[in-house]
Nanobody, 126 residues
Framework: QVQLVESGGGLVQPGGSLRLSCTAS????????IGWFRQVPGKEREGVSC????????HYVDLVKGRFTISVDNVKNTVYLLMNSLKPEDTAVYYC???????????????????WGQGTRVTVSS
């Protein structure tokens, strides 16, 4: 069964850090791009960052550049999103998604990913 499972969300104070994990089962990430998205109620799901598990190319939206770091551990079949200097506006449900392709992931929209996790909630509040 092809599956993505996110973990690592929680409540954190502004300025704090969290590391989200996205573990794949039923397939290997080697020839996939993996994206992190987030969504708040009433708004569309927005892309945050993505990585090519093939060559390690990464992309970040401007809102998180310099604060978030995406990485992949091909041995553990897991993608991580390290989030530093968190702000209240980072509060959302975070989803990871995977799509089999080996080119750059920058610019890929949510509708181009066909395997999704169930989401993990991140709340940034004092």
């Amino acid at each position: 069964q092809v599956q993505l499972v996110e973990s690592g969300g929680g409540l954190v104070q502004p300025g704090g850090s969290l590391r989200l994990s996205c573990t794949a089962s039923g397939f290997t990430l080697d020839y996939y791009v993996i994206g992190w998205f987030r969504q708040v109620p009433g708004k569309e799901r927005e892309g945050v960052s993505c990585i090519s598990a093939t060559d390690g190319n990464t992309h970040y939206v401007d809102l998180v550049k310099g604060r978030f770091t995406i990485s992949v551990d091909n041995v553990k079949n897991t993608v991580y999103l390290l989030m530093n200097s968190l702000k209240p506006e980072d509060t959302a449900v975070y989803y990871c998604a995977a799509e089999k392709r080996t080119d750059r992931c920058a610019g890929m929209g949510a509708n181009e990913y066909h395997t999704w996790g169930q989401g993990t909630r991140v709340t940034v509040s004092s």
